[in-house]
């Protein structure tokens, strides 16, 4: 008895071990002999499901390649990547902020990129948005230039877009797409806009309800303002156009009563309430537009209001696609890149499931003439690209933790509790302090 | 002699093969990460490339930093809601262990979100909470209140916070009390009754005393937990809540570690987080021990 229990015993003890190592090894040979590769990225359902048919066919091009995909949500992706860099375990290819160019470059976690793209002659740099390939550039001293440590999977122009049949109902006249309202002009036609349609006292429809941390950069920019200074080693918040833009944005909710109040001004609530078709004016990116195709209302693109400049100003958001220095067939992840990013047969299926603009400039001309589909005005992410649009001020730094402080904080001003002049005082040397240290860590990683 | 012998030679290899598992576990999963981390305070550690010794440098840096104190007083304050849920999770066993129809689905009832995944609980929370069409805001309109935005309010996002953790917790301490106090023999009851003591005096002098082990065995686990609290704001308050109200000190360690590139420094956290977690436990088993109730 005891003996047959012993054996059973040891059994389990050796299977928990043997299942306990499996765990730490990752393996990236499957086991018909074809090569696997490990892709990691994020998006929204039809992103994910758009990628997927893109691999997909991938995979028929190239027989041999497996691709294993793995997906995670917005917010969690980062950290994800991070602990798989720390771990070691780092997929072969994977996205990653352009702000984290310089980190990854410096502790060695990204592969060189730059001559695989010169022996490729299908790829056509020139045939690119310059901008978004220059934001994946590093020399070891400055982001911008140097080689190519990743291919921009694609730009996202945020644009403003607007009710249009909310306007034609309310007897407003359409906004111009070429030319911007001001910031007066601007209020009057959310005033006119914002309404109480059921009698209740309370307004139902409102004119805009912008989320501070991806809406405020237009209204400072477009004032002529910016977070930082040219050498990136300075916040210049404290300046007072920066003031009197973050005021602007803070009125439209206590002075105008255009947004939704301070109890409703939860970013899930005004996406919630463009979508019903209860809000004049929402900022729009190329990636919710499989989504807005299905608005019950009309809906078209126009630029951000302009500011002191007289010029309008938003940001271009980008993940790269790049591949792991680590990766056990280099061939194979560049040219899953070169598929997803710069290829005509790739890029068309994601294009066509209006989840972004084309990276390639002739597909991308060709896309914006096409007026049949939502948004009319497709020209507006195209003009922000090539005109207008910045990075967000957080990639230009070592990290971001400076920039993030900001928002932290700000939410007393939304409410109307300080006002943004006392707001930038008390901020920037707070913010100074956090970027020193960031400006110090990007300076010991070089060596 | 001799054969008794091996069989208690048997039994120390079966012994040792049984604790096998968890002591390679605890090698594997704590005792190396503990140590490389230990290692990693010391050091101006990135998360990607080198480690450079610094000695004390993170520590000194965190006595200055603001955003440390303002994250570990979260989590304090967090921990308001450990007595409440015993209070609330005593009171509730002691309704639930009388002989009365339904109790059995009740104690099923107040069960169901200890089952359930944090995350999706927290998901749940996030829009009870929100201040325009929040289960929470409208209940309290039938009542004329007009409520906050609870999670966007740095006055109420603690509370709100407090209240969820207490709601989902409040299940496993009922159980835990359910359980001591069926383990009291009636006859303490009957012998007290006799002497004619009231309920209150019962509760006091017999019921209390007797869950005792309990309520050190929870306050211990609360508060280790208490000091770990992630998900809940992590899901709630993906910024750290209005002005880092909301966020607490493992909130803290996370987003230097995974967002500002400082695992060194977040290392360091994680050490002084650890030696305050071994002290605590270890005053209140020493307290413990010196008001230890005999149970037999």
Same mark, same amino acid.
């Given at each position: 008895?005891?003996?047959?229990?012993?054996?059973?015993?040891?059994m389990?003890?050796?299977?928990?071990?043997?299942?306990?190592?499996?765990?730490?090894?990752?393996?990236?040979?499957?086991?018909?002999?074809?090569?696997?590769?490990?892709?990691?990225?994020?998006?929204?359902?039809?992103e994910?499901?758009?990628?997927?048919?893109?691999?997909?066919k991938?995979?028929?091009?190239?027989?041999?390649?497996?691709?294993?995909?793995?997906?995670?949500?917005?917010?969690q992706?980062?950290?994800?990547?991070?602990?798989?860099?720390?771990?070691?375990?780092l997929?072969?290819?994977?996205?990653?902020?352009?702000?984290?160019?310089?980190?990854?470059?410096?502790?060695?976690? #990204?592969?060189?990129?730059?001559?695989?793209?010169?022996?490729?002659?299908?790829i056509?740099?020139?045939?690119?948005?310059?901008?978004?390939?220059?934001?994946?550039?590093?020399?070891?001293?400055?982001?911008?230039q140097?080689?190519i440590?990743?291919?921009?999977?694609?730009?996202?122009?945020?644009?403003?877009?607007?009710?249009?049949?909310?306007?034609?109902?309310?007897?407003?006249?359409?906004?111009?797409?070429?030319?911007?309202?001001?910031?007066?002009?601007?209020?009057?036609?959310?005033?006119?806009?914002?309404?109480?349609?059921?009698?209740?006292?309370?307004?139902?429809?409102?004119?805009?309800?912008?989320?501070?941390?991806?809406?405020?950069?237009?209204?400072?920019?477009?004032?002529?303002?910016?977070?930082?200074?040219?050498?990136?080693?300075?916040?210049?918040?404290?300046?007072?156009?920066?003031?009197?833009?973050?005021?602007?944005?803070?009125d439209?909710?206590?002075?105008?009563?255009?947004?939704?109040?301070?109890?409703?001004?939860?970013?899930l609530?005004?996406?919630?309430?463009?979508?019903?078709?209860?809000?004049?004016?929402?900022?729009?990116?190329?990636?919710?537009m499989?989504?807005?195709?299905?608005?019950?209302?009309e809906?078209? #693109? #126009?630029?951000f209001?302009?500011?002191?400049?007289?010029?309008?100003?938003?940001?271009?958001?980008?993940?790269?696609?790049?591949?792991s220095?680590?990766?056990?067939y280099?061939?194979?992840?560049?040219?899953?890149?070169?598929?997803?990013?710069?290829?005509?047969?790739?890029?068309?299926?994601?294009?066509?499931?209006?989840?972004?603009?084309?990276?390639?400039?002739?597909?991308?001309?060709?896309?914006?003439?096409?007026?049949?589909?939502?948004?009319?005005?497709?020209?507006?992410?195209?003009?922000?690209?090539?005109?207008?649009?910045?990075?967000?001020?957080?990639?230009?730094?070592?990290?971001?933790?400076?920039?993030?402080?900001?928002?932290?904080?700000?939410?007393?001003?939304?409410?109307?509790?300080?006002?943004?002049?006392?707001?930038?005082?008390?901020?920037?040397?707070?913010?100074?302090?956090?970027?020193?240290?960031?400006?110090?860590?990007?300076?010991?990683?070089?060596? | 002699?001799?054969?008794?012998?091996?069989?208690?030679?048997?039994?120390?290899?079966?012994?040792y093969?049984?604790?096998?598992?968890?002591?390679?576990?605890?090698?594997?999963?704590?005792?190396?990460?503990?140590?490389?981390?230990?290692?990693?305070?010391?050091?101006?550690?990135?998360?990607?490339g080198?480690?450079?010794?610094?000695?004390?440098?993170?520590?000194?840096?965190?006595?200055?930093?603001?955003?440390? *104190?303002?994250?570990?007083?979260?989590?304090?304050?967090l !921990?308001?809601?450990?007595? @409440?849920?015993?209070?609330l999770?005593?009171?509730?066993?002691?309704?639930?262990?009388?002989?009365?129809?339904?109790?059995?689905?009740?104690?099923?009832?107040?069960?169901?979100?200890?089952?359930?995944?944090?995350?999706?609980?927290?998901?749940?929370?996030?829009?009870?909470?929100?201040?325009? *069409?929040?289960?929470?805001?409208?209940?309290?309109? @039938?009542?004329?209140?007009?409520?906050?935005?609870?999670?966007?309010?740095?006055?109420?996002?603690?509370?709100?916070?407090?209240?969820?953790?207490?709601?989902?917790?409040?299940?496993?301490?009922m159980?835990?009390?359910?359980?001591?106090?069926?383990?009291?023999?009636?006859?303490?009851y009957?012998?007290?009754?006799?002497?004619?003591?009231?309920?209150?005096?019962?509760?006091?002098?017999?019921?209390?005393?007797?869950?005792?082990?309990?309520t050190?065995?929870?306050?211990?686990?609360?508060? @280790?937990?208490?000091?770990?609290?992630?998900?809940?704001?992590?899901?709630?308050?993906?910024?750290?809540?209005?002005?880092?109200?909301?966020?607490?000190?493992?909130?803290?360690?996370?987003?230097?570690?995974?967002?500002?590139?400082q695992?060194?420094?977040?290392?360091? !956290?994680a050490m002084?987080?650890?030696?305050?977690?071994?002290?605590?436990?270890?005053?209140?088993?020493?307290?413990?021990?010196?008001?230890?109730?005999?149970?037999?």
């Amino acid at each position: 008895m005891i003996k047959k229990k012993g054996f059973a015993i040891t059994m389990v003890v050796l299977l928990l071990m043997v299942a306990a190592l499996a765990g730490c090894s990752g393996g990236s040979s499957s086991s018909d002999g074809s090569k696997e590769l490990t892709f990691m990225f994020r998006g929204g359902t039809d992103e994910q499901k758009a990628y997927k048919e893109v691999i997909k066919k991938f995979e028929e091009e190239h027989p041999g390649v497996k691709v294993k995909m793995v997906v995670t949500a917005a917010d969690q992706y980062a950290t994800k990547l991070r602990a798989a860099i720390t771990g070691n375990n780092l997929p072969d290819i994977f996205y990653f902020a352009p702000g984290d160019v310089k980190a990854y470059v410096n502790s060695g976690v #990204l592969k060189n990129l730059t001559p695989y793209i010169e022996k490729n002659k299908d790829i056509k740099l020139d045939n690119i948005w310059k901008y978004g390939i220059d934001l994946y550039r590093y020399d070891g001293k400055m982001a911008g230039q140097g080689d190519i440590y990743g291919m921009p999977k694609d730009l996202g122009p945020f644009a403003l877009g607007y009710n249009k049949t909310m306007f034609e109902k309310a007897g407003v006249p359409l906004p111009d797409k070429d030319k911007p309202y001001t910031w007066d002009e601007f209020i009057k036609v959310n005033q006119e806009l914002t309404k109480d349609t059921n009698g209740d006292g309370k307004p139902d429809q409102y004119g805009t309800g912008f989320n501070v941390q991806w809406a405020l950069q237009a209204f400072v920019w477009s004032n002529g303002a910016d977070w930082l200074d040219e050498s990136k080693t300075k916040v210049t918040i404290d300046d007072p156009k920066f003031a009197e833009a973050l005021q602007y944005f803070a009125d439209m909710q206590n002075k105008y009563k255009i947004t939704p109040g301070i109890e409703q001004s939860q970013t899930l609530d005004t996406y919630q309430r463009w979508m019903k078709g209860e809000m004049a004016f929402f900022p729009v990116g190329p990636w919710d537009m499989s989504t807005f195709e299905k608005l019950p209302f009309e809906y078209d #693109l #126009l630029p951000f209001p302009a500011g002191s400049t007289g010029k309008s100003a938003t940001w271009i958001g980008s993940l790269g696609i790049g591949v792991s220095s680590k990766t056990k067939y280099p061939d194979e992840a560049v040219e899953l890149v070169n598929y997803l990013t710069t290829s005509k047969e790739g890029m068309k299926q994601l294009v066509d499931a209006k989840v972004q603009i084309p990276n390639l400039l002739d597909m991308a001309d060709e896309w914006s003439k096409d007026t049949k589909t939502k948004p009319n005005n497709k020209q507006e992410f195209i003009d922000i690209v090539n005109d207008y649009g910045r990075s967000l001020p957080g990639n230009y730094t070592y990290n971001a933790e400076w920039y993030d402080i900001f928002f932290t904080d700000i939410q007393p001003v939304l409410d109307g509790k300080i006002t943004a002049a006392d707001y930038v005082k008390q901020e920037q040397p707070k913010m100074q302090k956090l970027l020193d240290k960031a400006v110090e860590q990007e300076k010991k990683s070089q060596k | 002699m001799i054969t008794k012998s091996n069989l208690y030679r048997k039994e120390k290899v079966y012994g040792y093969l049984f604790i096998l598992p968890p002591i390679l576990g605890l090698l594997i999963f704590t005792l190396f990460p503990f140590v490389y981390s230990l290692y990693g305070s010391f050091t101006d550690w990135d998360g990607l490339g080198q480690m450079n010794f610094i000695g004390l440098d993170n520590f000194k840096d965190l006595f200055s930093d603001e955003l440390f *104190y303002k994250s570990m007083y979260n989590t304090l304050f967090l !921990m308001l809601g450990i007595p @409440i849920g015993l209070v609330l999770a005593l009171l509730l066993a002691l309704g639930l262990n009388r002989k009365i129809p339904g109790t059995t689905t009740f104690r099923v009832i107040y069960y169901i979100p200890v089952i359930s995944s944090l995350a999706a609980v927290s998901i749940m929370w996030n829009w009870a909470y929100n201040g325009d *069409y929040g289960l929470v805001n409208q209940f309290l309109e @039938i009542f004329g209140i007009k409520g906050p935005n609870w999670l966007m309010d740095k006055d109420t996002v603690k509370p709100a916070l407090i209240l969820m953790t207490v709601w989902k917790g409040l299940g496993y301490t009922m159980l835990l009390y359910l359980a001591a106090l069926q383990s009291v023999s009636r006859s303490y009851y009957e012998a007290a009754e006799l002497d004619g003591a009231s309920g209150f005096q019962m509760f006091r002098n017999i019921t209390w005393p007797m869950v005792k082990p309990v309520t050190f065995f929870l306050v211990v686990t609360n508060i @280790i937990g208490g000091s770990q609290i992630f998900t809940e704001m992590n899901i709630m308050t993906p910024t750290g809540g209005p002005e880092y109200s909301s966020a607490s000190i493992v909130f803290y360690i996370w987003d230097k570690a995974f967002k500002n590139l400082q695992m060194g420094y977040a290392s360091a !956290m994680a050490m002084i987080l650890g030696i305050f977690i071994f002290i605590v436990t270890l005053i209140q088993f020493k307290m413990n021990e010196k008001s230890s109730f005999d149970g037999d």
